[in-house]
């Protein structure tokens, strides 16, 4: 399904970062470490590595990962880019200093969570944990996202499956969004930046 969105010489939310990535990346140093997952097209991804971050990003699409890397040649970084089904990545292969999830809600419940375990393995002791989605008021605004209300986050929801983590921000709020032509409008929003225990 994916792949079939992206076969199209438009990029689907854009080029730029999101707002969410852009607002949070003092909390990383140059050379951080950062694994960007379901990274889609690369708009984040490329401007991580524009601010001198050490990125790995991967999406199961192929035609978006090849979209990826125009865009990173086209702004002249490096990213280190993979084709992977986000179900198979191997979580455990090496530790990074963050971990950046922007708008990854395909996945149902028990797929989600499997999802945000591997996350957290991935994450060195210290490390961060960068996600960004909507919440359950987002299906009034019909803007973007699953349109299915167990896809959604809830603060509430993240606090649990990250317990033991040090909440550095956690927030649920309407924005107006203009990413692309998926994400556009009012939207509700969920932010999270977490800190693995040492």
């Keep these: 399904m994916w792949n079939e969105r992206y076969a199209t010489e438009d990029y689907l939310f854009g080029t730029e970062p999101a707002a969410f990535v852009t ?6 140093a140059p050379g951080a470490r950062v694994l960007s997952v379901a990274d889609g097209e690369g708009r984040n991804a490329v401007w991580l590595a524009g ?10 699409a192929p035609n978006a990962v090849e979209k990826a890397r125009r865009l990173a040649a086209t702004r002249g970084v490096r990213v280190d880019f993979h084709v992977a089904d986000i179900v198979d990545w191997d979580w ?5 200093d ?3 999830a922007v708008f990854i809600q395909f996945a149902p419940p028990a797929m989600r969570d499997a999802i945000f375990a591997g996350m957290a393995r991935a994450l060195r002791p210290g490390g961060l944990l ?3 989605g909507y919440g359950p008021r987002q299906l009034g605004y019909g803007t973007g996202g699953p349109g299915k209300l167990d896809h959604l986050y809830t ?3 993240l606090r649990e499956r990250f317990a033991g983590f040090e909440f550095l921000e956690l927030s649920d709020y ?3 969004i203009h ?3 998926r994400h556009s409008g009012r939207s509700a929003l969920v932010d999270c930046v977490a800190r693995k225990p040492r």
Excluded: F, N, S
């Design 174 to 176: 309407d924005a107006e």
């Design 23 to 28: 607002r949070h990346a003092h909390y990383l």
């Design 92 to 96: 455990d292969d090496a530790p990074y």
């Design 130 to 132: 960068m996600l960004h």
């Design 155 to 157: 603060t509430d929801l």
């Design 98 to 100: 963050a971990v950046l």
């Design 51 to 60: 601010q001198g971050m050490d990125v790995t990003a991967m999406d199961g």
């Design 179 to 181: 990413e692309g032509l």
